[in-house]
């Protein structure tokens, strides 16, 4: 697509439920990340992918997040039993990784995740 | 201490001023140097990329970065109502992994 696409835009869930969230990348881009920002704050690293390399997954905050991606394509983000600290907007992005020379990212326009 | 440092503001100005975002990092690997504007309930999109020091112009905004002072620069001249927005720096080493700034919110006031 022309952009990174995320799904759904807003969440609201309850306690102790788990979400799933969905990143679809842009076409062609090797690298994708995860990123979570609480209101106020800025982002704060989760899960990296870069082709078909081990993630980097040195972000998660917990045993409770976890994420796949499909080779080059999409990606979901997993929180299970969800906590309401958790609440925050879940950024997506992706990049060129090691096959362009400018390695700025692409965002998404985030998940909203509210934990009530 | 946080590897990046970055004044949140609320930073508020009359529109037409000059606008001076600033970072401060510790990490020296770091040289690879990015500004992003995140507008309200949007992903951040990526305004000014800098390697290494120097400076980078580009219509009315200028990136400095001055790695002996690990302290990076982000100007805005003639500051529009449009730029009202929350700036984070970025930066990273030989990775992938981007490092961000807390973010500055900007006000332009028209």
């Known amino acids: 697509g022309a952009g990174v696409s995320q799904s759904p835009s807003n969440k609201v869930t309850e306690k102790g439920k788990d979400v799933e969230l969905r990143c679809d990348p842009i076409s062609g881009h090797t690298a994708l990340y995860w990123y979570r920002q609480r209101l106020g704050q800025g982002l704060e690293f989760l899960i990296y992918?870069?082709?078909?390399?081990?993630?980097?997954k040195s972000g998660l905050p917990s045993d409770r997040f976890s994420a796949e991606r499909t080779g080059e394509s999409v990606s979901t983000l997993t929180i299970q039993r969800t906590q309401q600290e958790d609440s925050a907007v879940y950024l997506c992005a992706s990049s060129l990784g090691y096959r362009g020379g400018n390695y700025g990212y692409t965002f998404g326009s985030g998940t909203r995740l509210t934990v009530v | 201490q946080k590897e990046v440092e970055q004044d949140p503001g609320p930073l508020s100005v009359p529109e037409g001023a000059i606008v001076s975002l600033n970072c401060t990092y510790s990490?020296?690997?770091?040289?690879?140097f990015m500004w992003y504007r995140q507008y309200s309930r949007k992903g951040p999109e990526l305004l000014m990329y800098t390697y290494s020091s120097g400076n980078k112009e580009d219509g009315r905004f200028t990136a400095q970065v001055d790695k002996s002072s690990k302290y990076i620069s982000l100007f805005i001249r003639d500051s529009q109502p449009s730029d009202s927005a929350t700036y984070l720096c970025?930066?990273?080493?030989?990775?992938?992994?981007?490092?961000f700034g807390a973010g500055t919110i900007l006000r332009v006031k028209s």
């Open positions: 970025a930066m990273r080493g030989g990775g992938n992994k981007l490092v």
């Open positions: 992918f870069q082709g078909n390399s081990a993630p980097d």
């Open positions: 990490n020296s690997a770091f040289q690879y």
